[in-house]
């Protein structure tokens, strides 16, 4: 795992990109790693924090988009999102809609999160919005914590 956070450090930006967009999807990635390595070694925080934003975002909606498939089985068995994670998500979105994406950006949950969404055809350009603003958040609060402590 470490040669291949290599590898995308040293592919800058587009390596950021790519990580966010697995850390996005399905897959257990640390997009925060390579980020901070790749802000690390100087690459300007501000499109740091862009490039692995809409990666992520991207990956979020294809999180999306597999919930909107509506295929369970697929779901459970090929991208192993459990079923009590999916139920415990849509207890915390029910009542309160498309605007819940906003929190995709937790753990464990966020993913599911996004997957009830499309499960439940909520609006995708409201998701879009606030998925993508809570992703944006997170990476600019990271970054901007982590460089205030090399300064």
């Known amino acids: ?5 290599q590898f995308l450090t040293e592919w800058g930006y587009w390596g950021m990109f790519i990580s966010a967009f697995l850390a996005g999807t399905i ?4 997009s925060e790693a390579v980020m901070l ?6 690459l300007d925080p501000v499109l740091s924090t862009l490039a692995t934003t809409a990666g992520n975002a991207l ?3 294809t999180c999306y988009w597999i919930g909107h ?3 369970m089985e697929w779901i459970e068995k090929y991208f192993r999102v459990d079923h009590k994670q999916l139920e415990k998500a849509t207890r915390f979105i029910h009542g309160r809609g498309s605007w819940m994406a906003f929190f995709s950006f937790l753990p464990i949950i966020g993913d599911a999160v996004l997957i009830a ?3 439940m055809r909520a609006n995708v350009w409201i998701v879009t919005f606030s998925m993508t603003l809570g992703k944006l958040a997170r990476y600019a609060i990271l970054v901007a914590t982590t460089t205030e402590l090399f300064l």
């Open 27 to 30: 897959l257990p990635f640390s």
């Open 117 to 119: 969404l499309g499960l």
């Open 1 to 5: 795992m470490d040669a291949f956070i």
């Open 59 to 61: 990956g979020g909606l």
């Open 37 to 42: 390595a790749c802000v690390g070694l100087g």
């Open 69 to 71: 498939l509506g295929k």
